[in-house]
Each structure stands twice: as structure tokens, then as C-alpha cells.
């Protein structure tokens, strides 16, 4: 599947908040919330865009992007192709010298168990060691396991357990990864990919 991970900007806000409301509670969604988080100057919001077959071979990165609008859809343009663009994932961190925080990773539904959350998090993993942050934290809802099984695999350990995080009744997981750790070596060639195309 012709996925690419970006780094987001504004008008990467509306696929995303319609993402953030079919995926998440309202109580859960930051649709309200992203275009704040944007300005802040210790956010980094990457996108993975998803292009039709025939715009696979141009969609590698190196080329220049230009946002342009045709007929109210928003396209992006690699070179001299215009490719329709689909927002199909995305992660949200907060960053500091000393620690990372993943906000939010989200993928959309009809999408998910392809890949597309490793590859987010392999570009997040190589930006915050270019930044030489040390460590990165997340909360997880203890229920979702396919989600701690993911965050698990690249290195992520449970730090503690956090009563009613959500809502009365729902748990959550605050889990640690120490970003000098190798645990994520399946991440090497995206990482190396990321630092080309970001």
C-alpha cells in the first residue's frame, strides 16, 4: 500500500477531526483541541497519507510538495503528478530536551493491521533521537490489546497503573520507552526512509 508519513500542518486538521470522531469517544477525541496543539512550538504532528497506484511511484517524498485545492478537494502535488491525498493515520507528540509525550495515534478503521502505526511510530522514533530526547511516554487504555502489544513490541514498559484515566471505570497504562534502547529494529529502514522524506 502506497503510504507515506509527513509532517502535518493546518490543512491536515479536517481529515483528521473527521478520523478523531468515527475512531474515538467524544470524551477521548481532540478534534476540538489539534489546531492549538499545532501552535504550540513543542508539537510535532505527523501524518500518513495514502495515494491511489498510479501516483505510488511519485509519491516518494524527495520531490517538492505544493497543497492545491481543485474542485474542494485538497490534492497534493509530487512533481509534476497531482495526486489525490488521503489522510488514513496520525500521531501527535508533544516534545521537550528531556521527555517525549505520544498524545494520540490513531489509524483509520478499515486500514488498521497494515503497518501504518509502525511506520508513524518509527518516524516519531527517528525525529526524537535526531533531537536526542531520551525518552518518550504514552497512555494506554489497559483493554485495548492490540494496541499495548503494538507499543510493547517497539520497546514500551509498563511505568504504572492509572485508576478511572479515561472515565469512571476506564484504565489506563502509563508505559515508558528510553529512546537509546534498539527495541525497535524493525524500524530501521522507516526510520532511515523518515529522515529523507520529513
Known sequence: MPVNVIKGGPH?????????????????S???TFEAELKKRTSCL???????????????CSHSIRN??????????FGPALAPERVVGYLLLSNNSSKSKLLKLAVAADLQRQGIGTKLLCAS??????????????????????????????????VSFVKDYYEPGRDAMLMHKRLDDRGDSDCFDAASHARRTL
Open 12 to 28: 491536515h486538521l479536517p481529515p483528521i477531526a473527521a478520523l478523531e470522531k468515527r475512531l474515538f469517544p467524544k470524551n477521548e
Open 30 to 32: 481532540l478534534h476540538t
Open 46 to 60: 505527523l501524518v500518513a497519507v495514502w495515494f491511489p497506484p498510479m501516483y505510488a511511484e511519485e509519491s516518494v
Open 68 to 77: 492545491k485545492t481543485v474542485k474542494g478537494e485538497k490534492l497534493v502535488t
Open 125 to 158: 522514533f527517528a525525529l526524537l533521537r535526531e533531537s536526542h530526547t531520551p525518552l518518550v511516554a504514552l497512555h494506554v487504555d489497559v483493554c485495548r490489546s492490540s494496541a499495548v502489544s503494538l507499543y510493547r513490541k517497539f520497546g514500551f514498559f509498563q
